[in-house]
């Protein structure tokens, strides 16, 4: 069974500073993506950063940037210059090649402070 | 270009009713999946459809079913609800054949059983 773990229920960061959001995974397979969505109060899930686990370079989107370590299946998401619109549920996310079934961490709730 | 659309957006129902939730994917996708978000918790797969088949099902109760039209829409029932139904429904598209590309999520459906 496949299962995603954030352990931060919530985290804090100062405007402009950068915050690390963490996320460990179970899987027995080698063959997957990660993601990371974000979820403002409006409630649409908005993909922030993605991974395929058979590229060792970790992925980055202008501030978003992940660490991927496949062996200790982690993925962490590093917030850079953090802005006060980047406040929102963050959720860590593992879906397997061959598989409809991607699997959600509980989240963690991102508070900017200006 | 619309993205996933979803309707209602709240609903509010009594223990033992039915329910049914509807979803439009994003243009060009043919792909449908649905999530539950219980509060503070992350999304749970239900089940997706292509080419109006089920095509996986995640751990939920015969309770819930579905349906994909010729137009790629797609419904979600629920059937003798209870109060544990009471969550957001967030719906997903995306391509069948490009299943590498995430999914794109709907603003919800929040249900409330009372």
């Known amino acids: 069974a496949q299962t995603v773990t954030q352990s931060q229920p919530e985290m804090s960061v100062q405007e402009a500073e950068t915050v690390t959001l963490s996320c460990t995974y179970d899987t027995s397979e080698s063959d997957y993506y990660l993601f990371w969505y974000k979820q403002p109060p409006s409630r649409q899930m908005i993909l922030v950063i993605r991974q395929e686990a058979y590229k060792q370079q970790n992925a980055t989107e202008n501030r978003f940037s992940v660490n991927f370590q496949k062996a200790a299946k982690s993925f962490s998401l590093k917030i850079s210059d953090s802005q006060l619109g980047d406040a929102a549920m963050y959720f860590c996310?593992?879906?397997?090649?061959?598989?409809?079934?991607?699997?959600f961490g509980a989240g963690t709730r991102l508070t900017v402070k200006p | 270009d619309a993205g996933v659309t979803q309707s209602p957006t709240h609903l509010i129902k009594t223990r033992g009713q039915q329910v049914t939730l509807r979803c439009s994917p994003k243009?060009?996708?043919?792909?449908v999946s649905w999530y539950q978000q219980a509060l503070g918790q992350g999304p749970q797969f239900i089940f997706q459809y292509y080419e109006e088949e089920e095509r996986q099902r995640g751990n939920f109760p015969d309770r819930f079913s579905g349906h994909q039209f010729p137009n790629y829409s797609s419904e979600l029932n629920v059937n003798a609800l209870l109060l544990g139904d009471s969550a957001l429904y967030l719906c997903?598209?995306?391509?069948?054949?490009?299943?590498?590309?995430?999914?794109?999520f709907g603003d919800g459906t929040r249900l409330s059983i009372l």
């Open positions: 997903a598209s995306g391509r069948w054949t490009v299943r590498e590309q995430p999914q794109h």
């Open positions: 243009s060009g996708h043919d792909t």
């Open positions: 996310a593992l879906l397997l090649y061959n598989n409809n079934d991607m699997r």
